[in-house]
């Protein structure tokens, strides 16, 4: 044993002493290692307390990976699994650090933002609130909050929230399939006041595209109160807010919106690539629509236990509270190490056609160019809510822009 490196769990406080004690009995010194793994220690400063007291009976419980024997050559084999579950864990939140993050959808047993009250059913928990019959304090505008991430809420949907343990150690399709993240910090937005939205001679061009996108609501076809947030199933016990309009999921076409800034060069994410996120003058119908999912998520968030600070999809600056804004993110997929836009981008010309922009590569400097202030475009976008890292909220995410030209 002399010169090796013993590995297990807790042995510098409880094998290393006992061996040690052994060879002093028989009146040999005992060996010298080279070195020491313990990943009691390891996992304490790297994957954290989240799953109680750090020992293998508790470790393996929070993975699920059976009742410990306390056989030699059993623990051995649990200490190897407890490892390499924690290992995947910390993996996948130092690759995608604001989407899995600590006590995340990835980690089993979660407790931050990963709450379960009792059993769910599959079709979730539905909550419903007239917003018309609710003033003040109540008001849903006036509360809001939600749960866990979305940033790969397409994704996520397809996890099965049944019991069966999922393998671990194959988690290489849900990174390549995993959304990029959003950018959560406010713009201090110091502008002058935007100018009202000219009435489009492609009114009819417009909703033509929103009937032929079914799943996008016009803001006109938005009946408020029929709007919902339902809490649906998401990862082994845990679940997520979905937003609704008369059961379905809620989806929105708005045109024409007004750009107020595009795409910032300074603000990249955990890959070192340009966050995609412009910013879009809001109109007073939209900003209607989106304070009411805030509220209905908010609260039902908050019943939930979240204690994430929410920020509201609404801009509102105080020196120009009249003239809001909202953030829109432009995704994007990541297979490997490629990554790609998976927002549809359209130009449309002044006579009416469209025409697909096609990108043959990741250039955020070449798809901000086509960001200028104060163009218009057509946004198709989804609501997607999410909470991590104490931040939640309601992103919306561009599934298609179709850019006006001058």
């Known amino acids: 044993m002399n010169r090796s490196a013993p590995a297990g769990h807790n042995i510098l406080r409880f094998d290393c002493p006992l061996i040690r004690e052994a060879f002093a009995n028989v009146g040999r010194p005992a060996p010298e290692p080279k070195g020491t793994i313990d990943s009691l220690d390891l996992l304490t400063q790297r994957f954290g307390r989240r799953a109680g007291n750090m020992k293998m009976a508790t470790l393996a419980n929070y993975f699920g990976l059976g009742q410990q024997t306390h056989r030699s050559l059993d623990d051995v084999r649990m200490n190897l699994e407890v490892l390499k579950s924690c290992a995947t864990v910390l993996f996948l939140e130092y690759s995608l650090p ?54 790969v809420s397409n994704l996520l949907e397809t996890v099965e929230s049944g019991t069966n ?30 100018q009202e939205f000219p009435n489009s001679s492609l009114n ?74 412009i910013v879009l003058d809001a109109p007073p119908k939209l900003c209607e629509v989106l304070d009411a999912c805030d509220g209905l998520a908010q609260k039902l968030s ?31 997929a990541v297979y490997g190490d490629i990554a790609i836009y998976a927002t549809e981008i359209y130009q449309r010309d002044p006579s009416g056609t469209e025409q697909r922009l096609v990108f043959s590569k990741f250039d955020a400097s070449e798809l901000g160019a086509l960001f200028t202030r104060g163009m218009f475009m057509d946004v198709f976008f989804s609501l997607d809510p999410y909470d991590y890292q104490q931040s939640a909220g309601i992103r919306l995410v561009a599934k298609k822009l179709i850019i006006h030209s001058n």
């Open 204 to 277: 009819a061009s417009v909703t033509n595209n929103c009937n032929a996108t079914m799943d996008f609501l016009q803001l006109n076809q938005v009946f408020i109160p029929y709007i919902s947030a339902s809490l649906v199933p998401l990862y082994r016990g845990s679940r997520r807010i979905k937003l609704l309009h008369k059961d379905v999921t809620l989806q929105l076409c708005c045109s024409p919106m007004k750009l107020r800034f595009g795409i910032n060069m300074k603000f990249f994410d955990h890959a070192g690539r340009p966050r995609l996120n």
């Open 165 to 194: 343990r999922p393998d671990l150690s194959d988690m290489g399709p849900l990174i390549n399939e995993a959304k990029n993240e959003l950018d959560q910090q406010d713009i201090n937005m110091v502008e002058t006041p935007a």
């Open 302 to 332: 908050l019943d939930s236990g979240s204690s994430s600070q929410w920020w509201p999809v609404v801009i509102r600056n105080e020196s120009f509270y009249n003239y809001p804004t909202v953030r829109l993110h432009i995704e994007t």
């Open 98 to 151: 604001d989407i899995l993050t600590e006590n995340s959808w990835v980690s089993p047993n979660a407790t931050t933002r990963s709450r379960s009250v009792g059993k769910s059913s599959p079709e979730g928990s539905s909550m419903n609130i007239n917003i018309s019959n609710q003033t003040g304090d109540n008001h849903p505008i006036t509360s809001l909050r939600t749960e866990t991430t979305q940033e």
